[in-house]
């Protein structure tokens, strides 16, 4: 049986190897020309943590893991305003927590394609996804800019994130499935030996109203930086005049010195997106299915959008794995989607809970969420606490 896997993120690859592992051949097929070296500082917990453990990849993930002891809020001045330390925060997530660079996971997941068979999974970088059609031999895709060149498969399994095309190609236009959520997320890593040295092991927010700046010391000289903002432009289609760079300056000024330097080395282009969920009645239509952001974006409000990547791609993969004709492709799809629709759904009513909390609109709300963090140590008060923020910790 054959896979076309359009995405090399950390669910596409999960995906491909775990149908490699059964005796598939997969073709990935990643728009980026290399490895995506840019990225963000995310919290790995919930379903991706014991997925991972079974299908042999948390060993990977936890060597390039980095030490956070706490998440800290602070004021303009840098004084803390509210914290929690990391083992509390593993406690209420159920369990595991591991804090992982973006790029660091992928590379990881990457690397773990070496326990398949030699060959029988291959990843072609540069190769922009741009129209999917079917015909009797199955599912065929052709890549932008090789009009010539195209892949067949049994399967086309699309993982290619928020804005996929293979959702546009095959179920219709975006705007039919994004669920804007009133944001915008920026992320960028910066090379600032002062900062880095300063904020060792803790993860350090902003307790700021409509806007919040978040950093984390690197291994190098480096910070990870990423900023959240209140986006009225984004709900009504509006665009904000200037680069995203000028937009963070103009957005984030005023929110300390810390917060200054970042913005001084802010690349002109720093990844800057929308803040959204994707919402589909459907993510299986004859020989496709969507997997990880392209079918369910939870958006980092849920904080849990890699961990359903990998759990979803695994769980895929479990169910499409030992399919050996395409008689029992349909079945098995829908079969995966019954099954994990209900875990997404749940992480995506979490994500949109936690709005007001993660950016707080006012004096009152931004009181709550200093209430809330510090209620997590209060007995009994943790777990409704947990569930607030992070949803049904699926075991
Ligand atoms: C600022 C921020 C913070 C976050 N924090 C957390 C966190 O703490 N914890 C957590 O679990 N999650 C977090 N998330 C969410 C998490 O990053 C995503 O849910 C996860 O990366 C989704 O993985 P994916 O593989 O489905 O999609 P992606 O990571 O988006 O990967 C999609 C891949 O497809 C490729 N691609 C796109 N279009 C094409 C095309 N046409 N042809 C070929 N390739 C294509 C892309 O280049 C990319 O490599 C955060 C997200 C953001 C933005």
């Not at 699309?158 to 804005?163: C, N, P, S, T, V």
């Given at each position: 049986m054959k896979a076309v896997v359009v995405g090399a993120g950390i669910a596409g690859l999960v995906a491909a190897r775990q149908l490699g592992l059964a005796g598939w051949d997969v073709e990935i097929l990643e728009k980026s020309a290399a490895p995506r070296p840019d990225g963000y500082m995310m919290d790995f917990f919930g379903p991706g943590v014991e997925a991972s453990e079974r299908i042999g990849l948390y060993r990977r993930l936890a060597a390039v893991a980095y030490h956070v002891e706490a998440a800290e809020y602070v004021d303009a001045a840098g004084r803390p305003t509210s914290s929690i330390d990391y083992d509390q925060f593993a406690r209420l997530a159920g369990g595991k927590v591991l804090s992982l660079l973006r790029p660091d996971m992928e590379r990881a997941a990457l690397a773990a394609l070496d326990d398949v068979a030699p060959g029988r999974v291959r990843v072609r970088y540069g190769a922009p996804v741009s129209r999917v059609w079917s015909d009797d031999d199955g599912v065929r895709v052709a890549v932008d800019g090789s009009p010539d060149v195209t892949f067949a498969a049994d399967v086309l399994v699309?993982?290619?994130?928020?804005?996929s095309a293979v959702r546009a190609q095959v179920?219709?236009?975006e705007e039919e499935y994004l669920r804007p959520l009133g944001m915008r997320a920026a992320a960028f890593i910066v090379t600032e030996p002062l900062l880095n040295a300063r904020f060792r092991n803790r993860f350090v927010l902003t307790d700021s109203i409509d806007r919040m700046a978040g950093l984390y010391s690197l291994r190098s000289d480096e910070v990870a930086a990423f900023m959240v903002y209140r986006d009225g432009a984004v709900s009504s289609g509006r665009q904000r005049p200037g680069t995203p760079r000028d937009r963070l300056r103009r957005e984030f000024a005023g929110l300390g010195r810390a917060v200054d330097r970042l913005l001084e080395l802010c690349p002109e282009r720093p990844y800057d997106d929308v803040v959204a969920q994707i919402v589909m009645p459907g993510w299986q239509r004859a020989r496709t299915v969507l997997v990880g952001d392209a079918c369910g974006a939870v958006s980092l409000l849920a904080g849990q959008g890699g961990s359903l990547a990998i759990a979803g791609a695994a769980l895929l993969g479990d169910i499409l794995g030992p399919v050996a004709s395409p008689d029992g492709i349909s079945s098995a799809l829908a079969e995966f989607e019954r099954r994990w629709r209900p875990v997404v759904e749940e992480a995506q009513a979490a994500g949109r809970r936690a709005a007001s909390s993660f950016l707080p609109s006012n004096r009152t709300q931004r009181f709550l969420r200093r209430w809330i963090i510090r209620a997590t140590h209060l007995p009994g008060i943790d777990r409704l606490v947990a569930r607030q923020i992070v949803g049904r910790i699926a075991k």
């Open positions: 699309g993982a290619d994130g928020i804005h179920f219709g236009p």
